[in-house]
């Protein structure tokens, strides 16, 4: 194992060099955070997780979120965490605006940030500022909002094969607003976002760190946290949101409550719910992906093999990587 000292260079001063963690749900992001900042808690530069994820940010969405309890927390402090109530709207803007000032108020502080990213968009805005898009008009919101989804996804695979490639079916906002900058513009969402693909990096003092899965592994992993998710009480947490309207209409979104919701309205069965919980999970790992190789090009990024590796043998390597 490496000296702890080693590590020691990721914070010295607000413009020291720092990771931010990105890799697939279920592959261990958030262990390895926890692992790297104990690791700093031993110097006179402790480091802090800050949470990029556009669901953990919920209130009572705790199990399906795959929020960090207190006992895998281990003491280490968590941000941007249990923000805002379930009818609450939370965007990337929100996150930024919550993010920026933390992470310069950390290092002012000689407390070294560590950036989770469960949200790869988040990540993305965070590491290379927001793509912005024309806002369309209320004409062109209402004419989206009254399509049905199978209509807008028709509509999206033939004005925009690759934002049909890389939305979710079931995301139906990322689906309307690609409909919507299209139809304000008349030209596809993905095409505009080639400027921000090639805009030069603007946080260069944020180290990316991804963590490479094999398909298969992760796909196991997934199905067994899932499994996991039901036995800690997912079913019986989403049915008292359910059942007391909590839910809003971007919280009802989450993967894990999303598809509890269609058995609690009698639309299927409790156990076709949780099958859907793991193929949509998958589903969603498998456009993580995506984003994970438009990150993979950024200067100076460190990317590990994680597999079933022990969450210290993945530090140790992220720590010798980063110093070199």
Same mark, same amino acid.
């Given at each position: 194992?490496?000296?702890?000292?080693?590590?020691?260079?990721?914070?010295?001063?607000? =413009?020291?060099?720092? %990771?931010?963690?990105?890799?697939?749900?279920? #592959?261990?992001?958030?262990?390895?955070?926890?692992?790297?900042?104990?690791?700093?808690?031993?110097?006179?530069?402790? #480091?802090?997780?800050?949470?990029?994820?556009?669901?953990?940010?919920?209130?009572?969405?705790?199990?399906?979120?795959? @929020?960090?309890?207190?006992?895998?927390?281990?003491?280490?402090?968590?941000?941007?965490?249990?923000?805002?109530?379930?009818?609450?709207?939370?965007?990337?803007?929100?996150?930024?605006?919550?993010?920026? &000032?933390?992470?310069?108020?950390?290092?002012?502080?000689?407390?070294? %940030?560590?950036?989770?990213?469960?949200?790869?968009?988040?990540?993305?805005?965070?590491?290379? #500022?927001?793509?912005?898009?024309?806002? &369309?008009?209320?004409?062109?919101?209402?004419?989206?909002?009254?399509?049905?989804?199978?209509?807008?996804?028709?509509?999206?695979?033939?004005?925009?094969?690759?934002?049909?490639? $890389? =939305?979710?079916?079931?995301?139906?906002?990322?689906?309307?607003?690609?409909?919507?900058?299209?139809?304000?513009?008349?030209?596809?969402?993905?095409?505009?976002?080639?400027?921000?693909?090639?805009?030069?990096?603007?946080?260069?003092?944020?180290?990316?760190? #991804?963590?490479?899965?094999?398909?298969?592994?992760?796909?196991?992993?997934?199905?067994?946290?899932?499994?996991?998710?039901?036995?800690?009480?997912?079913?019986?947490?989403?049915?008292?949101?359910?059942?007391?309207?909590?839910?809003?209409?971007?919280?009802?979104?989450? =993967?894990?409550? @999303?598809?509890? =919701?269609?058995?609690?309205?009698?639309?299927?069965?409790?156990?076709?719910?949780?099958?859907?919980?793991?193929?949509?999970?998958?589903?969603?790992?498998?456009?993580?992906?995506?984003?994970?190789? $438009?990150?993979?090009? $950024? &200067?100076?990024?460190?990317?590990?093999?994680?597999?079933?590796?022990?969450?210290?043998?993945?530090?140790?390597?992220?720590?010798?990587?980063?110093?070199?």
């Amino acid at each position: 194992m490496l000296a702890i000292g080693s590590f020691l260079s990721f914070s010295v001063n607000p =413009i020291a060099r720092y %990771p931010v963690i990105v890799g697939p749900t279920a #592959g261990g992001k958030t262990a390895l955070a926890v692992e790297l900042a104990h690791r700093l808690a031993r110097s006179d530069q402790p #480091g802090q997780i800050v949470t990029a994820d556009a669901y953990q940010i919920y209130r009572d969405l705790t199990i399906g979120t795959a @929020k960090p309890t207190i006992e895998e927390q281990q003491g280490i402090t968590h941000h941007l965490i249990d923000l805002v109530d379930l009818k609450a709207r939370f965007t990337v803007h929100d996150w930024l605006n919550l993010a920026n &000032p933390l992470i310069e108020s950390l290092q002012s502080n000689s407390i070294t %940030p560590i950036v989770v990213g469960g949200t790869n968009l988040y990540v993305k805005a965070f590491l290379d #500022g927001l793509f912005e898009a024309p806002e &369309p008009t209320q004409a062109i919101k209402a004419q989206v909002e009254a399509m049905s989804q199978p209509d807008r996804r028709a509509m999206l695979g033939k004005v925009d094969p690759i934002a049909f490639e $890389r =939305i979710d079916g079931a995301d139906l906002r990322r689906t309307r607003r690609a409909l919507e900058v299209y139809l304000q513009t008349g030209t596809p969402i993905s095409e505009l976002q080639k400027q921000w693909e090639h805009e030069k990096t603007s946080r260069p003092q944020a180290v990316l760190v #991804g963590l490479d899965w094999p398909t298969e592994l992760i796909n196991s992993r997934i199905n067994q946290r899932v499994k996991l998710m039901i036995d800690a009480g997912l079913v019986e947490e989403a049915r008292a949101i359910f059942d007391r309207g909590g839910f809003g209409d971007q919280s009802r979104e989450a =993967i894990g409550y @999303k598809q509890l =919701i269609a058995h609690f309205e009698g639309r299927c069965t409790l156990d076709e719910a949780i099958e859907r919980i793991k193929i949509d999970t998958r589903r969603f790992a498998k456009n993580q992906r995506t984003w994970l190789k $438009r990150l993979r090009v $950024r &200067p100076g990024s460190i990317w590990v093999e994680a597999g079933n590796r022990d969450v210290q043998d993945i530090a140790d390597e992220v720590v010798l990587m980063f110093n070199t």
